[in-house]
DNA sequence: CAGTTAATTAACCACTCTGGAAAGTACGAG
DNA sequence: CTCGTACTTTCCAGAGTGGTTAATTAACTG
């Protein structure tokens, strides 16, 4: 019964390859066509169509399609489910910070990554 | 900039498995031989062997070895490395990763040691 | 010593994943 | 309708994954 189980296999092998990972990092920043999202990168476009495919159907874009243009763009769900499935692990990370604890600090008095 | 980008990828390598997360979900409980981590699943001991091996080379489980068993402990590390990604979505994630956020640093500021 | 227990390693099989090249699709312009 | 643009799909090779059984290593036990 947990389809929620599968989706989250789906997007952790999808955030489980450097240019996705930096495909949704662009994607962060804005829309783009797939077109733009292959640029920075040295392999061909049916490449990144694929990676893209994989990225849709784990739920983590969205495509739009106006003219000849597939203009994509990132979706939040499944990186909260992400973070649902982390709050299992809660106490366990508390238990010993050394640097995510510093680095949450900072965010709060207002510094951005 | 990404902690460790091969550390990422191989981190979320391992948690792209039911059965990996099902380990690491019994292993926040407490340590486990590998025959112990076995016992629920309907697979055999070397398959499970494998998974553990995945879960070790992404830093998420150490073994330490007693006799002819092999304890395996898990390490948070890697979990703290996944939440530190995150944090570039902050502002698509809202309110579920501010929450987690917010726990982590509440729990520093009330855990003085 | 041989035997038992715990776990890994080896060998193998059936997929799946990722890449490139090439062909196909869809739309707008002329 | 034809051409160019922007992808997507198909086909293929090579690497990797997840599972099996059988063999191997390692440590304790009688």
């Known amino acids: 019964m947990p389809v929620r189980g599968d989706q ?16 949704l990092a662009r994607l962060a920043h804005g829309e783009a066509t797939v077109g733009q999202l292959a640029e920075p990168f ?10 893209v495919k994989v990225l849709q159907k784990a739920g983590l874009v969205e495509q739009t399609r106006q003219a000849q243009w597939r203009s994509c763009r990132l979706r939040p769900e499944p990186l909260r489910d992400v973070v649902t499935w982390m709050t ?3 106490e ?22």
């Open 8 to 23: 989250l296999t789906a997007t952790f092998a999808a955030l489980a390859d450097p240019t996705r990972r930096a495909i």
């Open 42 to 51: 040295d392999v061909t476009l049916p490449a990144i169509s694929k990676h």
């Open 88 to 90: 299992q692990y809660r």
């Open 92 to 113: 366990f990370l508390g238990e010993s910070f050394d640097r995510l604890d510093r680095y949450l600090t900072d965010l709060q008095k207002g510094d951005r990554p």
